[in-house]
Each structure stands twice: as structure tokens, then as C-alpha cells.
């Protein structure tokens, strides 16, 4: 059974820091491209990280680059996202999953709520 278990998240102020962990289970790890998603209150789901299954090449969303970096620790089943300089326009709950494709994509975790806030 697929599994993801988020966690790290809490209650920032602006320009503060927080660093997700998303533990994986139930399939290889280490052969899957990761994501992490968020959802913004009264909104869809967005991908705003991706890391490859090897070789360490990411992708980021406009809105989160140069604040955000995702990695990824195979040996641990475990991906990260460091997020830094955070906004209170990053207020969401926190997703992993693999790609729109993957077979295990309809399999999601119950998230972690960050919020940005004064």
C-alpha cells in the first residue's frame, strides 16, 4: 500500500522558516520522481517542487523558487522541502506524491498544515 506520511509543518511569521519531511512507503523510492503539492485555502492543488529519482535535477514553481529546496534521501524513503523567506501567501497544507502518471498518484497522505501569518 502506498503511503506518504508529511510532517514538519506549523505556524511561522513572515520571512521565517520551516523544513517538511514526507516519509514514503510501499513502493521503490528511489525509482520515482517526487513532488511536493500544496493547497491553498479555497483552492485546487498545485505542484511546487520536483525532484528526480536520481541525478538530483529539480524543478520549482515560479512562485516559491529561490525560497524553497526540495532533496531527496533515498536510503531513507524520505523527501524534504526547505522552505525559507516564507509569505503569508504560502499558508497551505503540504503534499507529497509522484507524478500525474504514476501509477501510486491517487494515493495521498493527510498533508501538513504551514501557516504564514503575523
Known amino acids: 500500500q502506498v503511503r506518504f506520511v508529511e510532517s514538519g509543518g506549523g505556524l511561522v511569521q513572515p520571512g521565517g522558516s520551516l523544513r517538511l519531511s514526507c516519509a514514503a512507503s510501499g513502493f521503490t523510492f528511489s525509482r520515482v520522481a517526487m513532488n511536493w503539492y500544496r493547497q491553498l485555502p479555497g483552492r485546487e492543488r498545485e505542484s511546487v517542487a520536483r525532484i528526480a529519482s536520481v541525478g538530483g535535477s529539480t524543478n520549482y514553481a515560479d512562485s516559491v523558487r529561490g525560497r524553497f529546496t526540495i532533496s531527496r534521501d533515498n536510503a531513507k524513503n524520505t523527501m524534504y522541502l526547505q522552505m525559507n523567506s516564507l509569505k503569508p501567501e504560502d499558508t497551505a497544507v503540504y503534499y507529497c506524491?509522484?507524478?500525474?502518471?504514476?501509477?501510486?498518484?491517487?494515493?495521498w497522505g493527510q498533508g501538513t498544515q504551514v501557516t504564514v501569518s503575523s
Open positions: 506524491n509522484g507524478d500525474r502518471g504514476w501509477w501510486g498518484h491517487a494515493y
